[in-house]
């Protein structure tokens, strides 16, 4: 798990470098293609890892939930499959009752995209959503009759991506 926090740390001040060495509008790469090629060989990374989680409850908050379910659709498409995504929604958006459509939740005005459709695996729900739940995920600090496809079943060369 250090592993990840320090990648981020090195990802987040390359960004910072780059943002002030780019100031003054000149496209100049941080690293080059052959240096970020090894820098991700090197790293040992085996497998990644979608924890997604909307806290809001309410029909006013709907954008949180459509938010989350936006960012679950979008790593399903870049290849994490739905045993290693982590999909917790404190409230169904979609069944209530002012939803004007019903069973469905979009993310903008023109409602080409059903977030909420058929393939969407939510492994806790409602008042499952709490924050002891969340540490015990992340912490992996469960009873022996906890199901495994609602655990982060990580290792040191895991990477986990937190929305």
């Known amino acids: 798990m250090w592993i990840w926090h320090l990648w981020t740390l090195l990802v987040c001040a390359i960004s910072v470098v780059a943002a002030e060495l780019n100031s003054d509008n000149e496209q100049k790469p941080v690293v080059s293609t052959d240096e970020a090629e090894q820098i991700i ?4 990374h085996t497998n990644n890892w979608a924890v997604l ?4 409850r309410f029909w006013f908050n709907y954008r949180h939930m459509a938010n989350t379910l ?11 499959p739905d045993s290693q995504i982590i999909l917790m929604l404190a409230d169904d958006i979609a069944c209530n009752p002012r939803n004007a459509f019903p069973g469905t939740v979009f993310n903008n005005m023109d409602q080409a995209i059903d977030l909420y459709g058929d393939d969407v695996e939510v ?7 709490t924050v002891e739940n969340f540490v015990r995920l992340l912490t992996d600090r469960w009873d022996e009759n906890h199901p495994r496809s609602k655990r982060l079943l990580t290792d040191e060369n895991s990477n986990i991506f937190i929305y």
């Open 41 to 44: 060989s090197n790293s040992g």
């Open 123 to 129: 492994d806790y729900r409602g008042y499952e959503v």
């Open 53 to 56: 989680v909307s806290t809001s």
């Open 70 to 80: 936006s960012l679950y659709r979008t790593v399903k498409r870049l290849g994490i």
